[in-house]
């Protein structure tokens, strides 16, 4: 696994290069803003695993970066520490409730810094053995299996590995090039047709268990897993 990035967004350099410094001893790959405007501009170049962000920043607020990213579908679920010198609790408060993960206080240690920025990248990383939840229906990534309500719903291999990529990616909109991409492989020759058919057969398990109808249509698009 390559190194994990964090983008520190801090205006004051020697914080700044104090932090950087720990965090690349400690393995990470550090990529520094001094202001939002270039944070913003880092992430949609490369989307970092963790952001750092101080309250206090030149152009904006560290809780404006981090409200603003929130609101943005491809960066909602990038983990975010605010750093801070504020110790009030209404400020914390307002700090994660602009949607950042947690929360360090200046002056903080090297040790504390690591173990906090430890600690939400592991409650971040998706657990592969996790269930996928959506409406009634859950997909069990153990046991393979998949029920809706109480009732098992009796998939095939593909239709599993179908609901599976749909149900890791809901809400948006595939194209049947694009699901045999992803379910089939790349290098597999098969025709699209043949995602009408699995996705037929998958619909049709889904409705015998009352789980209609999250598997849609999009015309002339494709396919969207969603509850709504
Ligand atoms: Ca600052």
């Given at each position: 696994m390559s190194a994990r990035r964090i983008l520190l967004v801090e205006d004051e350099l020697p914080i700044r290069q104090m932090i950087a410094f720990n965090l690349t001893r400690a393995g990470f790959e550090v990529d520094e803003a001094g202001d939002a405007a270039s944070a913003r501009l880092q992430i949609a170049d490369a989307r970092p695993d963790l952001l750092l962000v101080?309250?206090?920043?030149?152009?904006?607020s560290g809780l404006e970066l981090t409200r603003t990213l929130r609101r943005e579908p491809v960066n909602r679920d990038i983990p975010i520490i605010m750093l801070t010198a504020r110790a009030d609790e209404r400020d914390r408060v307002l700090g994660l409730d602009s949607g950042a993960d947690d929360y360090i206080t200046k002056p903080f240690s090297p040790r504390e810094l690591l173990s906090r920025v430890n600690a939400v990248l592991r409650r971040s990383a998706p657990s592969v053995d996790e269930p996928l939840i959506a409406g009634k229906l859950r997909l069990d990534p153990v046991s393979h299996r998949v029920h809706a309500g109480d009732r098992e719903v009796g998939l095939g291999p593909t239709e599993y590995r179908l609901l599976k990529f749909l149900m890791e990616n809901p809400d948006r909109v595939y194209s049947r090039t694009q699901v045999l991409d992803k379910?089939?492989?790349?290098?597999v020759y098969v025709e699209e047709r043949t995602v009408d058919v699995h996705v037929r057969r998958l619909r049709q398990a889904l409705e015998d268990c009352g789980?209609?109808?999250?598997?849609?249509t999009v015309r002339g698009a494709g396919y969207r897993f969603s509850v709504c």
């Amino acid at each position: 696994m390559s190194a994990r990035r964090i983008l520190l967004v801090e205006d004051e350099l020697p914080i700044r290069q104090m932090i950087a410094f720990n965090l690349t001893r400690a393995g990470f790959e550090v990529d520094e803003a001094g202001d939002a405007a270039s944070a913003r501009l880092q992430i949609a170049d490369a989307r970092p695993d963790l952001l750092l962000v101080d309250w206090m920043l030149p152009d904006s607020s560290g809780l404006e970066l981090t409200r603003t990213l929130r609101r943005e579908p491809v960066n909602r679920d990038i983990p975010i520490i605010m750093l801070t010198a504020r110790a009030d609790e209404r400020d914390r408060v307002l700090g994660l409730d602009s949607g950042a993960d947690d929360y360090i206080t200046k002056p903080f240690s090297p040790r504390e810094l690591l173990s906090r920025v430890n600690a939400v990248l592991r409650r971040s990383a998706p657990s592969v053995d996790e269930p996928l939840i959506a409406g009634k229906l859950r997909l069990d990534p153990v046991s393979h299996r998949v029920h809706a309500g109480d009732r098992e719903v009796g998939l095939g291999p593909t239709e599993y590995r179908l609901l599976k990529f749909l149900m890791e990616n809901p809400d948006r909109v595939y194209s049947r090039t694009q699901v045999l991409d992803k379910v089939w492989g790349q290098n597999v020759y098969v025709e699209e047709r043949t995602v009408d058919v699995h996705v037929r057969r998958l619909r049709q398990a889904l409705e015998d268990c009352g789980a209609d109808p999250y598997v849609q249509t999009v015309r002339g698009a494709g396919y969207r897993f969603s509850v709504c």
